[in-house]
């Protein structure tokens, strides 16, 4: 008579050769990253994204947890252009408006990093959840570490303007497509902006 199997316990991978790569993790990041992209994160499960990298559901609940933690995990891959913002502002004060400005719009003309980024903000804009994860996110990534490069009064509430500036520009031009700003030059909205952005960052 044969002794039954140990239950595993929940949210471990069974072995297999998928489970025990040491890529294994990277793949399936990989893998949210193009499912989030692509469906956008109401659409998305852990049971598609395990598909797509060929694994075991339970290999992605084991890595990442919740469904929240793989788009947490999979969206830093796709801001990580993003992320450079706050070296983007360091140096001279003069020009850090139009250093920012040029950063981020430079990040949305590229049709490579734009399509990502539209599905990360489509998703942040139709449910709480991805809304809440991003917006950790980019607090805690990315505005909190500008606010310590700005020696001026109130920076994190600077900070936070200048980035609503500027995602309200993104909307306009990528997101609604309303003209002129969806036709209009990339200089030509960056000569327009830089002095707002200016005066929020380095402007007592």
């Known amino acids: 008579m044969t002794s039954p199997a140990t239950p595993r316990k929940r949210g471990r991978p069974a072995r297999s050769r998928a489970g025990d790569e040491p890529a294994a ?47 947490g995990a999979a969206i830093e891959l796709i801001l990580a252009p993003a992320m450079a913002v ?11 408006g139009e250093r920012m400005a040029r950063h981020i719009l430079g990040i949305w003309e590229n049709p490579v990093t734009r399509l990502p980024l539209l599905a990360v903000m489509r998703s942040a804009l139709t449910n709480e959840a991805a809304a809440a994860v991003l917006r950790e996110l980019i607090g805690r990534r990315v505005l909190l570490r500008m606010a310590g490069e700005l020696d001026v009064p109130d920076p994190e509430f600077r900070t936070q303007l200048a980035a609503g500036h500027m995602i309200g520009i993104l909307m306009l031009r990528y997101v609604i497509k309303m003209e002129p700003v969806a036709s209009a030059g990339a200089e030509d909205i960056i000569a327009m902006v830089a002095p707002a952005l200016q005066r929020y960052l380095i402007e007592d």
């Open 25 to 71: 993790r990277d793949r399936i990041l990989a893998a949210a990253r193009g499912e989030f992209a692509a469906r956008g994160y109401d659409k998305t499960s852990i049971r598609g994204i395990a598909k797509a990298a060929e694994v075991d559901p339970a290999l992605v609940h084991h890595y990442f947890g919740s469904k929240d933690q793989v788009f």
């Open 86 to 96: 706050p070296e983007v502002v360091q140096g001279s004060r003069e020009g850090a």
